[in-house]
């Protein structure tokens, strides 16, 4: 997006080095990276980071605004709600589709947004491999706000941690050996000191929390959490029982708590209007179907990591939609070939990570990672055997 370094970078890409960056954080961390590493970063101007940021900061006013809460209590699954305070969503991601605008320039259109953490601590090893075998300019920089990696490790050690031990803090998932993101939990360990915990070894006495570590019970006093609470519909009861035993009663403290995933995600989308947001509907709030269908998305407002995802619609598929309340219908966005590779163009997304510190007026922008797809769609299923594609991040001028 920016040519002359994007001329500069093709010119001086070394397939070896790429290789060899691969083998380097498989490496450190064995049998953890699950997805594929794209040959490039992104390269982001300073107009599309500031569209970016002022769409944000739309997106923020809404979400602190004092109707929040009460417009997006019913996105909350009764099965899934946790008592405690849920005080302030600590982490929030922004996913930003490259585009055109009629006047060909590009622009930022946002695909989705999330209450919840992302690769927060593999960015930060990602961004050093690639300073450390392909040609990145010093120029640039993946932190935003004038982070670097010490303050910002430093700022995310301080917003897990809270005013507790490492020891009394965990990170929270569900079976996480097998999940394709268990890269972030090794890096996590890595940076913070604490420990990563299935939800099934937590141990409940009265109203505490505990988990076996090296023989002994230790207190669990915060919960990083990275488990998404839709996974457990499709487990075990007797799984299911160890949620329940988190959701009632329990003396601990969450980051996020789990019902800034529900509030801060595809349900919040029909709320905003703004010129790089795509429109968005209540699929049972739709009154007539819009004329123009190819040009529409459908999407369950309950999942993740774009499952059960339409791009293909007709009127009778939508008419046999049998919870027309849990999909939301919303404006295509098209993608722009943004990144010259030497087999073909390619298009990009930007997420942007925001952090809500306490004693902070309003969260502020961090770091980013960027995804990079040859297919009809980001995922790994739509770009199979192909090169120059998948996760990386993006570097914006200093």
């Not at 809270?162 to 394709?180: S, T």
């Not at 109203?207 to 990275?226: A, D, S, V, W």
């Not at 035993?245 to 980051?255: D, P, S, Y």
Request: glycine share 6%.
């Amino acid at each position: 997006m920016i040519p002359a370094i994007r001329q500069y970078y093709n010119a001086t890409y070394n397939t070896s080095q790429y290789i060899s960056l691969v083998a380097s954080i498989k490496e450190q961390y064995p049998g953890k990276l699950d997805f594929r590493i794209a040959e490039t970063p992104l390269f982001i101007p300073k107009a599309f980071e500031r569209q970016m940021m002022e769409t944000c900061n739309y997106i923020l006013s809404v979400i602190q605004d004092t109707s929040f809460i009460s417009k997006t209590e019913q996105a909350i699954p009764p099965a899934f709600r946790i008592e405690g305070n849920e005080g302030k969503p600590q982490f929030m991601v922004f996913d930003f589709g490259i585009c055109k605008n009629e006047t060909g320039n590009y622009e930022p259109q946002l695909i989705e947004m999330q209450g919840f953490p992302s690769l927060f601590a593999y960015q930060v090893i990602l961004d050093e491999a690639l300073r450390d075998y392909l040609p990145i300019p010093s120029s640039m920089t993946s932190y935003l706000n004038g982070k670097t990696k010490d303050t910002y490790v430093e700022l995310l050690k301080e917003i897990v941690l809270g005013n507790h031990q490492k020891e009394e803090v965990i990170l929270l998932e569900l079976f996480p050996d097998k999940q394709k993101t268990r890269i972030d939990f090794s890096c996590t360990e890595n940076i913070l000191g604490i420990k990563t915990v299935c939800l099934t070894k937590i141990i409940r006495k009265e109203n505490k929390l505990f988990y076996t570590h090296e023989g002994q019970l230790k207190p669990i006093k915060r919960i990083y959490n990275r488990l998404i609470f839709d996974e457990l519909q499709y487990q075990t009861k007797t799984v299911q029982s160890s949620f329940t035993a988190l959701q009632k009663g329990v003396e601990v403290e969450w980051c996020n708590h789990p019902h800034w995933y529900y509030r801060i995600s595809k349900f919040t989308l029909p709320f905003l209007h703004h010129p790089n947001i795509p429109s968005s509907y209540f699929l049972h709030e739709v009154k007539q179907l819009p004329a123009n269908l190819d040009q529409y998305v459908l999407k369950p407002l309950f999942s993740f990591a774009g499952q059960g995802v339409e791009i293909d619609l007709n009127e009778d598929m939508l008419q046999k939609i049998k919870d027309p309340e849990n999909w939301l219908l919303q404006e295509k966005v098209a993608y722009a070939d943004c990144i010259e590779t030497p087999d073909g163009p390619a298009k990009g997304e930007v997420r942007l990570f925001y952090w809500w510190p306490a004693g902070a007026p309003s969260p502020i922008p961090v770091n980013n990672l960027g995804r990079i797809s040859k297919g009809k769609m980001m995922g790994t299923l739509y770009n199979k055997d192909k090169n120059w594609v998948g996760a990386t991040c993006c570097y914006f001028e200093r």
